[in-house]
C-alpha cells in the first residue's frame, strides 16, 4: 500500500497563501484518483479537491477560485496551492489515494478513499 505524507501546513494571516505536498512512497502506474480533504475544529471531514491520472480536477465551491490542485508525477507528489486564506480554511489537512481506481469519472470529493496521509495542519487568522 502507497504511504503518503503530507508537508506544507502552518499559520498564515487572512488573505495570505500556503501550499500543501503530499508525496507518495512510490511510483503509480496505474489509473489513480488523488484527493484533498480537510477536518475542521469540532467538523467532519470535508472534500476539498481532487486529481486523476490523466490531470482532470474537481474542487467544492467553498475552494472554488482560491485552491488550485496539481500533481508533479516524475517526484511522485500532490500539490494544493491554497490563496486568499479564509479563517474558516483552519483545519487539519489530509491527502489521499485510490489506486488503481476503477473509473477515472468516480474520481470526486465524495469518492470513499480508504488510503489516507497523516495530515497537515493549516491556521488562518483574522
Known amino acids: 500500500q502507497v504511504q503518503l505524507v503530507e508537508s506544507g501546513g502552518g499559520s498564515v494571516q487572512s488573505g495570505g497563501s500556503l501550499r500543501l505536498s503530499c508525496t507518495a512512497s512510490?511510483?503509480?502506474?496505474?489509473?489513480?484518483?488523488m484527493g484533498w480533504f480537510r477536518q475542521p475544529p469540532g467538523k467532519q471531514r470535508e472534500g476539498v479537491a481532487t486529481?486523476?491520472?490523466?490531470?482532470?480536477?474537481s474542487y467544492t465551491d467553498p475552494v472554488k477560485g482560491r485552491f488550485t490542485i496539481s500533481q508533479d508525477r516524475a517526484k511522485n507528489t500532490l500539490y494544493l496551492q491554497m490563496d486568499s486564506l479564509k479563517p474558516e480554511d483552519t483545519a487539519m489537512y489530509y491527502c489521499?489515494?485510490?489506486?488503481?481506481?476503477?473509473?477515472?469519472?468516480?474520481?470526486?470529493?465524495?469518492?470513499?478513499?480508504?488510503?489516507w496521509g497523516q495530515g497537515t495542519q493549516v491556521t488562518v487568522s483574522s
Open positions: 486529481i486523476d491520472s490523466d490531470g482532470s480536477t
Open positions: 489521499a489515494i485510490e489506486a488503481p481506481i476503477s473509473a477515472l469519472w468516480l474520481c470526486e470529493a465524495g469518492y470513499r478513499f480508504v488510503n
Open positions: 512510490a511510483n503509480i502506474t496505474v489509473n489513480y484518483c
